[in-house]
């Protein structure tokens, strides 16, 4: 089965602070993917990645920066906190088959930023 | 930006009875899928329909497609208190790039 973890289940954080939020896939997927959940806004794409070192900015990527120097570990990194990013944090993986990209995900980290 | 909008944003039925939620999105498609989430959790995968296809089954769900109207609909058959949860489709574009496009979801709730 395919194991998609993500460093924590909740985290509580002060305004200011730089956080790093891990997410790491065990299927040698190359896709990888950060989601923010909010309430009535669904998810939201912040930052994708499609092989190591290479990434690509999503629909939110303000506030937020990522590195993924190996392929199964992509990090999601807060450079300075801030309240509005609180947030349920998703992590995901997927493996390029033609044109199947079914994603596989993490159970979420949920970031209260105060 | 959100290509899949779906409804109704909230189904509360009986255990026993099926629920239906539809799925509409604005661009082309390969594939069309479906996700669940527990409260609190990631999502899980549930079933995936290809844009040639027009129905498909898995257990006690049931997708259809209709590229013509660019919508889906999810049927879960004989729903059970198991099922209550947020249900979501995903479309993935007409391009190659592994992203996929969510919806806002559908909150399911099954009563006992």
């Known amino acids: 089965d395919v194991k998609v973890t993500q460093s924590s289940r909740y985290l509580v954080k002060r305004t200011g602070e730089k956080v790093f939020l891990e997410c790491v896939q065990d299927?040698?997927?190359?896709?990888m993917f950060w989601y923010r959940q909010d309430p009535g806004l669904g998810l939201r794409l912040i930052y994708f990645?499609?092989?190591?070192?290479?990434?690509e900015k999503g629909d939110i990527p303000e506030g937020y920066s990522v590195s993924r120097e190996k392929k199964e570990r992509f990090s999601l990194i807060l450079e300075s906190a801030s309240t509005n990013q609180t947030s349920m944090y998703l992590c995901?993986?997927?493996?390029?088959?033609?044109?199947?990209?079914?994603?596989?995900f993490g159970p979420g980290t949920r970031l209260t930023v105060t | 930006s959100q290509q899949g909008e779906e409804d109704p944003q909230a189904l509360s039925i009986q255990e026993g009875e099926n629920a239906t939620m539809n799925c509409s999105y604005k661009?082309?498609?390969?594939?069309l899928q479906w996700y669940r989430q527990n409260s609190g959790r990631g999502l899980v995968h549930l079933i995936l329909?290809?844009?040639?296809?027009r129905e498909k089954h898995s257990g006690r769900l049931r997708v259809t497609l209709d590229t013509s109207k660019k919508s889906s609909s999810l049927l879960i058959t004989a729903s059970r208190a198991a099922d209550t949860a947020s249900y979501f489709c995903?479309?993935?574009?007409?391009?190659?790039?592994?992203?996929?496009?969510f919806g806002q979801g559908t909150t399911l709730q099954v009563k006992p």
């Open positions: 995901a993986s997927s493996f390029v088959s033609g044109r199947i990209h079914e994603q596989y």
């Open positions: 995903a479309t993935d574009g007409s391009g190659n790039t592994g992203k996929l496009i």
């Open positions: 661009t082309s498609i390969n594939n």
């Open positions: 329909i290809r844009s040639n296809e």
């Open positions: 990645s499609y092989d190591v070192k290479m990434k």
């Open positions: 299927m040698d997927h190359e896709n």
